[in-house]
Every structure is written in structure tokens, then in C-alpha cells.
């Protein structure tokens, strides 16, 4: 069995959960409202404070989804409790970033700066040479993140770019001249 989709989600205090047909679910908490639709063939159930969710067989794609709508509706309380925050790190001579309203504006060595809007329900902030992308969505967040880190990926020769800050980059090693 699913050791993942067996464990019971704890519903911590003000946070309630609507469960509506479908499988539509709303997570209410002191940060704001998430809302998704989860698997129809999953069961969710909400006992004593615990959300729990069943499966109905032991067919391959039940299993796989048995742990993943587990994983989502703990994600959604999470969120709506605590939140979700990435952290990206600009690296490079000339590189920078900086916050103009709800803009981000990147100097990346391009002959323009790069411009990016935050989405709706995420704020991001500007420490220096981190970038701080916060939301109570984590599958938002991490997209953004990776949105951000796509306009100029880390290269492995001098490490130049925007790189996740627990991220390591392989470096590798430079030409060498002739003897």
C-alpha cells in the first residue's frame, strides 16, 4: 500500500476544508483560499481533524494517484498555513536584479533588461543579489522560480547566471594553452 497516500493529513486550527462533488477541494486558512479539482476515483474523507484519502483498487494508476492526491491536499494545507517561499541567487559581473512595483526587472549581459510581472498570488522581493519569490501555491512558486532561472541558466565554467540557492553547479574546467 501507498505509504505516502495511507498517512492522514492533520487539519491544524483555521484552516476548514470543503470537499465538494468531484473531488473539488477548498483549503480556507489564515493566508488565503486554494482550490483544485483531485482525482474523481480517489475517496476524501474528513474525520476528527484529519483529512484521509482512499483508493478504490490496487490497479498501478490507482496507487500512483492514491500518493499524489494525498501529496497535493497536504501541499494546499501547508500552504494556506504557512506558505511557500524559493530563493534564487543572481551571480555574474554586471548582473543584477531590481523591483519596480509588481515588475522584476533583471540586468542578465543582454542588451535590454529582462521584465517579468509577478503572477497573481505571488509576491517577490529583492535582497541584494537573492531573489525572494513567495506564494501559499507551491506548484506556482516553483514555476516562477523556474521561469526566473530559465532567462539565464548557471554555465558551468565560471557559475555566471541565476541558480537556486541549495543548487550546485558543476563546474568545469577551462580551456588550457598551448605548451
Not at 534564487?88 to 533583471?106: I, T
Not at 498570488?121 to 543579489?129: F, H, K, P, R, W
Not at 565554467?157 to 598551448?178: A, C, L, P, Q, S
Amino acid at each position: 500500500m501507498s505509504r505516502i497516500g495511507r498517512m492522514p493529513i492533520a487539519i491544524p486550527a483555521g484552516v476548514t476544508v470543503d470537499i465538494a462533488e468531484n473531488n473539488k477541494v477548498t483549503v480556507k486558512g489564515p493566508k488565503g483560499t486554494l482550490e483544485r479539482v483531485l482525482p474523481v476515483e480517489m475517496t476524501i474523507k474528513q474525520e476528527d481533524g484529519h483529512l484521509i484519502v482512499e483508493r478504490p483498487n490496487d490497479l498501478k494508476k490507482m496507487k500512483s494517484l492514491h500518493g499524489l492526491t494525498r501529496t497535493l491536499l497536504n501541499n494546499m494545507v501547508v500552504g494556506v498555513t504557512e506558505g511557500y517561499a524559493k530563493e534564487l541567487e543572481v551571480n555574474g559581473v554586471g548582473y543584477r536584479a531590481s523591483k519596480q512595483g509588481k515588475k522584476l526587472v533583471l540586468a542578465l549581459g543582454f542588451s535590454h533588461p529582462v521584465e517579468m510581472m509577478d503572477p497573481d498570488g505571488l509576491e517577490s522581493t529583492v535582497d541584494g543579489n537573492k531573489i525572494i519569490i513567495k506564494g501559499i501555491d507551491k506548484e506556482k512558486v516553483g514555476q516562477y522560480a523556474a521561469e526566473i532561472r530559465a532567462k539565464r541558466p548557471p554555465e558551468p565554467y565560471k557559475g555566471k547566471g541565476i541558480k537556486y540557492m541549495d543548487e550546485v553547479i558543476r563546474r568545469k574546467v577551462g580551456k588550457t594553452g598551448k605548451k
